[in-house]
């Protein structure tokens, strides 16, 4: 880090769940992972993009054609549900709210949607909260937060330190709660906990580490839901039930994973990702991070397939959403020791 002195920032306006976090440690103005300081380098980012891909005849011939349910309300939405919007991008209705995550509607730079969005936009109203896991234009998206901000007046921002202030810094008018690792928003019968995830920020050459970004514990409607965001796997997910005593569904990344080497310290694999559930004690895995945008060597269709068959190897109940499809989320009250 250089000579640069650490700062720890927070919100101090929030509770802390972790009594012994001082809050996130920033150098240089720039937050940076406790445990990983991720540096690719132009030599192994040029290997990352141009190399001998094992799968790559698969990419080129098999299809990835997913199943797809077609919105054209919200009417049939009753009670707790979540719908997968493709990527990391859900709606989530859960103890009478209504939460949009990482919304992207559309194409990202120089990354072209792979699958349809199984909604028109405008279907999407009474929406309580915009959770927001941070900066990459796969998970922020600003024209599809101008949708949202435009037919929710009433919608609450709910993100990692400095996404917020970029994001208000286009919508002026959006209420914003910005959070540190292990904050906690306290809402009408709801919680929301801010918590870490290994992983970066950047949007432009020289902001890299400005905005923090973080995973998202949802409590409302008797259930609790971890949503990982972006994130390799570390011993972040081991600590999840010193803080909560039960976890319902843990929704993960699964895609964007080889090559290893290059992608393990920023996006978790099928195998690890279900590790990271039984690490966290969560009741149901939900798989997201896939499908949508070609990010990576492995083809479309590869995560959900090796995620499908090691959560039967290894005896784990997951749900895996097709898009569109309506998912009735209800609380689960199996034992640990029971799994």
Same mark, same amino acid.
């Given at each position: 880090?250089?000579?640069?002195?650490?700062?720890?920032?927070?919100? *101090?306006?929030?509770?802390?769940?972790?009594?012994?976090?001082?809050?996130?440690?920033?150098? +240089? #103005?720039?937050?940076?992972?406790?445990?990983?300081?991720? !540096?690719?380098?132009?030599?192994?980012?040029?290997?990352?993009?141009?190399?001998?891909?094992?799968?790559?005849?698969?990419?080129?011939?098999?299809?990835?054609?997913?199943?797809?349910?077609?919105?054209?309300?919200?009417?049939?939405?009753?009670?707790?549900?979540?719908?997968?919007? +493709?990527?990391?991008?859900?709606?989530?209705?859960?103890?009478?709210?209504?939460?949009?995550?990482?919304?992207?509607?559309?194409?990202?730079?120089?990354?072209?949607?792979?699958?349809?969005?199984?909604?028109?936009?405008?279907?999407?109203?009474?929406? @309580?909260?915009?959770?927001?896991?941070?900066?990459?234009?796969?998970?922020?998206?600003?024209?599809?937060?101008?949708?949202?901000?435009?037919?929710?007046?009433?919608?609450?921002?709910?993100?990692?330190?400095?996404? +917020?202030?970029?994001?208000?810094?286009?919508?002026?008018?959006?209420?914003?709660? *910005?959070?540190?690792?292990?904050?906690?928003?306290?809402?009408?019968?709801?919680?929301?906990?801010?918590?870490?995830?290994?992983?970066?920020? !950047?949007?432009?050459?020289?902001? #890299?580490?400005?905005?923090?970004?973080?995973?998202?514990?949802? *409590?409302?409607?008797?259930?609790?839901?971890?949503?990982?965001?972006?994130?390799?796997?570390?011993?972040?997910?081991?600590?999840?039930?010193?803080?909560?005593?039960?976890?319902?569904?843990?929704?993960? #990344?699964? +895609?964007?994973?080889?090559?290893?080497?290059?992608?393990?310290?920023?996006?978790?694999?099928?195998?690890?990702?279900?590790?990271?559930?039984?690490?966290?004690?969560?009741?149901?895995?939900?798989?997201?991070?896939?499908?949508?945008?070609?990010?990576?060597?492995?083809?479309?269709? @590869?995560?959900?397939?090796?995620?499908?068959?090691?959560?039967?190897?290894?005896?784990?109940?997951?749900?895996?959403?097709?898009?569109?499809?309506?998912?009735?989320?209800?609380?689960?009250?199996?034992?640990?020791?029971?799994?």
């Amino acid at each position: 880090m250089g000579d640069n002195k650490i700062f720890f920032c927070e919100n *101090e306006c929030l509770r802390t769940v972790n009594p012994h976090w001082r809050g996130n440690p920033t150098a +240089g #103005g720039k937050f940076f992972n406790r445990q990983h300081r991720w !540096k690719p380098g132009i030599k192994n980012v040029l290997k990352w993009n141009f190399p001998s891909n094992p799968q790559g005849k698969e990419k080129r011939t098999v299809k990835w054609n997913p199943n797809v349910h077609f919105l054209s309300s919200l009417d049939d939405v009753q009670g707790n549900s979540l719908i997968w919007l +493709g990527h990391n991008s859900f709606f989530l209705q859960l103890g009478g709210k209504r939460f949009m995550i990482d919304p992207v509607f559309g194409n990202i730079p120089f990354v072209k949607r792979r699958s349809p969005l199984p909604a028109n936009p405008s279907i999407f109203t009474h929406i @309580d909260y915009l959770l927001i896991s941070h900066d990459h234009f796969d998970h922020l998206d600003k024209a599809s937060v101008a949708v949202l901000v435009e037919a929710n007046p009433q919608m609450v921002l709910f993100c990692g330190m400095g996404t +917020g202030a970029l994001i208000k810094s286009w919508f002026p008018q959006l209420k914003v709660i *910005e959070a540190g690792w292990y904050q906690q928003h306290k809402g009408d019968k709801l919680r929301l906990t801010f918590l870490p995830s290994l992983h970066w920020s !950047k949007r432009g050459v020289s902001d #890299g580490g400005a905005r923090l970004w973080g995973a998202f514990m949802i *409590e409302a409607g008797g259930i609790t839901i971890y949503n990982s965001g972006d994130t390799g796997y570390a011993h972040h997910f081991k600590e999840l039930p010193n803080f909560f005593s039960h976890i319902d569904y843990c929704m993960i #990344g699964i +895609g964007a994973y080889k090559p290893r080497w290059f992608m393990k310290p920023n996006h978790i694999s099928p195998y690890d990702a279900l590790t990271a559930s039984s690490d966290m004690h969560a009741c149901v895995t939900i798989p997201m991070h896939y499908g949508t945008f070609d990010l990576s060597q492995e083809p479309l269709f @590869d995560p959900p397939h090796v995620f499908a068959a090691e959560a039967k190897k290894r005896n784990m109940k997951v749900v895996i959403p097709e898009l569109g499809e309506i998912v009735r989320l209800e609380p689960q009250h199996v034992e640990v020791a029971e799994r």
